[in-house]
């Protein structure tokens, strides 16, 4: 009888030893920023990891501590959740990632010094009764006021597709900002004047927009707080031409082929498919492919006066065609012709159209043999089709210097140069950067506005040469 109790006994110890083994908690519960963090702002986001032992999570809070009314201590609750209990044969929740993105000025959060804190409760068993756990006590700061902003240019005249230049002031604490234009966003350039505390920015209202879009200065502090302020614009509607190209068997059996192979495209037997997938996919990635290549530019505008427009050439397009394609006469694509189409002798120099710096000098899918040059300030010059290229990337190129040689490498039916304008990844309209009155009503005026940080090149001096609206000479 005393061994069957001795034997109970040591199975109800053991027994017991393993259910507290399951149930208790062998190292506290441990939480860490995601992200660092140092400032609140209104809406800053908050990512917390918390991890414990089995059999999990009671309950977590997180907290701002802040000074209140009379600078008595308050709590403000940016989370709070409770988890079920779990079985006995289950984990609760162990591991728990919160993302909170609370809004402090209507939570009425001070300004200044606070402690972000992550609070928890677990079910684990404990041989005392234990009160919830402050797993993580994080100094940071709350500032809830945007930067300030002062627009110094007071009304921006356009025309769909083009271009203007924005100066602005700015608040010392704002990290970055720019123009919003609906979906697109034209980052501005700082410490461009001796004044550190103006900025700049060229922004376009892209072809695809409507006249009715609303252009907005946006800036931006360390905390994530935003201004906006609306930017007096007015805008001219415009109608892009609109052309219809035939493709041709001989044409394609000529393009597809070599695109496919040079761009990495599978190989399509029907040429029609192959031409497709050029055209769309293709034209897709090398635009997305600019748009990295003119994401960044330098904070120095080099240009020294209206830009070159290459001599003795006809246009064989306008900016922003509307294209329809046929084959047999039967509609198979539409797209946008985002440059001007320019025609001379075959093999003839091509030009920069102004001083810069390249950035690219390579093949690009559909525009072929392509050369970038940056003028700074965000504004891009492109160069496509080129049968021969005679410049590197990092060169200093000067206006009219031979950047190569025309051709009809890439999407191209015949030898003539395909020149854009682009500004940040936009393709904007070249016209009004080859016209010299555009350029000392819209830019030069606002670039001398107050005195430079550094020597200027100024913008006055026009280019030998006829200017004209070359939109009115189209075939």
Partial sequence: MRFVFVVFLTLALLATAALWWLRAEHHPPQAQLATALTVLGRTTPIDIDVRCDAPGLRSLLVRVQGAGPGSAPTAFDLFTETYPVPSWLERGVTEKHVHVEPDLLQLKVPEGAVTLEVVAETYGWQLFPKKPVVLLAVPLAVDLTPPRLELLTTQHNMRLGGVDLAVFRQSPDTVDSGIAVDKYFFPATAGYFADHSVALAFFAIPQDLGADVHPRLVARDAAGNRREVGLPCTIKPRQFSERTLAVDDAFL?????????????????????????????????????????????????????????????????????????TYHGEVIDHQTHLGFDLASLKLSPVEAAQNGTVVFAAALGIYGNTVIVDHGLGIFSLYGHLSTIAVQPGERVRTAQSLGQTGETGLAAGDHLHFSIVLHGVHVDPVEWWDPHWLRDHVTPKLTLFPRATAVAHLEKPQAGKEEDHEQSQP
């Fill in 253 to 325: 059996a000529r393009k597809v082929p070599e695109l496919e192979q040079q761009s990495g495209l599978p190989p399509q037997a029907d040429m029609v498919k192959g031409y497709l997938a050029i055209n769309g996919t293709l034209r897709q990635q090398n635009e997305a492919r600019i748009r990295e290549i003119t994401a960044h530019s330098l904070p120095e505008w080099q240009a020294d006066g209206v830009f070159h427009r290459q001599p003795n050439a006809a246009p064989l397009s306008s900016f922003a065609d509307r294209r329809t394609y």
